[in-house]
């Protein structure tokens, strides 16, 4: 198993572009969410998802949009960068509520 | 809202020493308590969890308690040594729905 994988490893954007940032997981987990982790602030949750068709808001929604089409994917879209949206990504699944959440390896993203 | 509140920020202890780290979290309805640690550069990892229905669990050199009357749950790393300093964060699991809510983080140094 590839377990969470992430793409791209790094991005830089300029202010005002959109792009989508790719997760993906083989393990037919149910639960999957997105992290941006920027420093002193701790990882702060901005979409989750508890099953295929299914999403909803964490902590910082604005600025994203997310869809759920396949247990296996999980695209994270930014609308129009900013550079308040600089950060380290982090996609994220688990087999289960109340489950060990299973990191991707991160996606640093900076905005210019 | 929801929220999780971790202490201290940074911990510097000598190798051997204990190191704790506190959580505080405001939903009474959290029931799931994970602990994750994550080394420069890479992505966070499970290393210890604790569930509402139990005061206490050990994993060797580490330690969970958790208080719910207080909402309090702390992390507790006995005889530490020098691959043990990295930023651990706690978290809690808020109502149901893989919702998982995640501390500030502490970076622990141990010093040899």
């Known amino acids: 198993n590839a377990g969470v994988t992430q793409t791209p490893k790094f991005q830089v954007l300029k202010t005002g572009q959109s792009m989508t940032l790719q997760c993906a997981q083989d393990m037919n987990h149910e639960y999957m969410s997105w992290y941006r982790q920027d420093p002193g602030m701790g990882l702060r949750l901005i979409h989750y998802s508890v099953g295929a068709g299914i999403t909803d808001q964490g902590e910082v929604p604005n600025g994203y949009n997310v869809s759920r089409s396949t247990t296996e994917d999980f695209p994270l879209r930014l609308l129009s960068a900013a550079p308040s949206q600089t950060s380290v990504y982090f996609c994220a699944s688990s087999p289960s509520a109340g489950g060990e959440q299973y990191f991707g390896p991160g996606t640093r993203l900076t905005v210019t | 809202g929801e929220n999780v509140e971790q202490h201290p920020s940074t911990l510097s202890v000598q190798e051997g020493d204990s190191a704790v780290i506190k959580c505080t979290y405001s939903?009474?309805?959290?029931?799931?308590f994970p602990w994750y640690k994550q080394e420069l550069g890479k992505r966070p990892q499970l290393i210890i969890d604790?569930?509402?229905?139990?005061g206490e669990k050990k994993d060797q050199r580490i330690a969970v308690t958790l208080n719910k009357t207080a909402k309090h749950f702390s992390l507790h790393i006995t005889e530490t040594q020098p691959e043990d300093s990295a930023v651990y964060f706690c978290?809690?699991?808020?109502?149901?729905?893989?919702?998982?809510?995640f501390g500030q983080g502490t970076e622990l140094s141990v010093k040899p």
């Open positions: 978290s809690a699991s808020i109502r149901q729905g893989g919702k998982l809510i």
């Open positions: 604790i569930r509402s229905n139990v």
């Open positions: 939903d009474s309805a959290s029931n799931y």
